[in-house]
């Protein structure tokens, strides 16, 4: 099994096609379409990098970056956005994401950055064990 | 709020609401052509096609041609937004149908960030109003905040109409959250807080005494220049 992501947006017709193209190329994918749900989701089961919409209904993106960053530090997240500008992902919360995209995203670009993130991740493990 | 102001927020909320169905249209036709590859490999390639998924990808060209449809129509709405923009001021009326059809296109993706619904209800003919586009728009926008900024969570329903003391938009509040009722209390409380522009006040007042569903926006009366 390949990578495990979780994809968090409200444009449900985006996200779970997404995730089925994911599918096809091995990945083991768990969606969600708002924010809550995307925080108890990774309390069931951890993703090795979870994708979250910046701007989603209840409990935005960035609010739910600032809780796993909180309760998962080591958890990658990258963040992918409708939003152009400065407000998009120029500043602020938006910065402690491993990266953030804007939409309509490239999808081999996507999967770079993914694996970019879960590698990052897999990176910071095996530092933390050999200083351990 | 100012015009300018006005018109940053609805082409940023439009802007971000045809982002999301490029997305959408980037995926389903990447998925359709994922499946295509596969088949066209043959062998052990197009026998792990999940079962279901060929039938998936002519859905995906059906929500194709639906995103299409979207995006068309936010392209509307931004046009309609750039013409106000660059006539504000010096337009002598407009039809509020088309400005509340144009203002729901544009704002969409901002009220879903409040969990609301805009509607506007289409009307036979157009309801005139000797009013400029550009603020009407700014009063629609207006209301829109004060749902929003009272919790939002409700469906709102624009509909242009003539009452004997001139046109205006017929504001209904429909299914909403545990925060309706603050919403109706802002909207209830909010008749001074709409802006004057140009001389014209707009003004928000419950349709019936007692009504906590339906607001008339006025428009077209209450001249204070």
């Known amino acids: 099994m390949g990578l495990k992501l979780l994809l968090a947006d409200d444009e449900t017709e985006y996200v779970d096609t997404l995730a089925e193209r994911l599918e096809l190329r091995g990945y083991e994918v768990k969606v969600v379409h708002d924010g809550t749900s995307a925080l108890t989701s990774v309390e069931n089961d951890m993703p090795d990098v979870a ?20 309760r998962h530090p080591g958890l990658p997240v990258v963040l992918i956005t409708g ?36 590698q990052s991740r897999a990176g910071a493990g095996e530092e933390e064990s050999s200083h351990g | 709020m100012d015009r300018s102001e006005c018109s940053s927020r609805l ?68 046009d309609f937004l750039g013409e106000a923009s660059t006539s504000a001021g010096r337009s002598a009326q407009c039809d509020l149908a088309r400005v509340a059809s144009v203002f729901c296109v544009l704002a969409r993706r901002r009220a879903r960030a409040f969990h609301m619904e805009l509607l506007a209800e289409a009307s036979n003919e157009p309801v005139w109003c000797a009013r400029d586009a550009m603020d009407v728009l700014l009063d629609l926008l207006a209301v829109f905040d004060i749902c929003a900024s009272a919790g939002g969570d409700v469906q709102v329903c624009f509909k242009a109409q003539r009452r004997k003391e ?7 509040l429909g299914a909403g959250g545990e925060t309706k009722e603050m919403v109706v209390s802002a909207l209830a409380g909010s008749g001074s807080l709409m802006p ?30």
Do not use: Y
Request: glycine share 10%.
């Open chain 1, 51 to 70: 994708v979250l919409d910046l701007f989603m209904p209840g409990l935005p993106g960035t609010k739910v970056l600032a809780e796993l960053n909180r």
């Open chain 1, 83 to 118: 939003q152009t500008g400065e407000n998009a992902c120029g500043d602020g919360p938006a910065q402690q994401a491993f990266a953030c995209l804007t939409k309509p995203v490239d999808f081999s670009d996507f999967i770079r950055i993914v694996s970019d993130a879960a």
């Open chain 2, 11 to 78: 082409l940023a909320s439009a802007m971000h609401e045809l982002r999301n169905a490029l997305a959408v249209i980037r995926e389903c036709v990447g998925l359709a052509s994922d499946v295509a590859r596969l088949q066209a490999r043959g062998g052990e390639a197009a026998r792990n096609i999940p079962k279901g998924m060929t039938a998936r990808t002519v859905q995906d060209l059906d929500e194709v041609q639906r995103q299409v449809s979207r995006a068309s129509e936010i392209a509307d709405a931004v």
């Open chain 2, 166 to 172: 001139g046109p205006g938009l017929l504001v209904s």
């Open chain 2, 196 to 225: 004057d522009q140009g001389g014209w006040a707009s003004r928000l007042v419950p349709w019936v005494s007692g009504d906590t569903k339906h607001f008339w926006l006025s428009l077209g009366a209450g001249q204070t220049a």
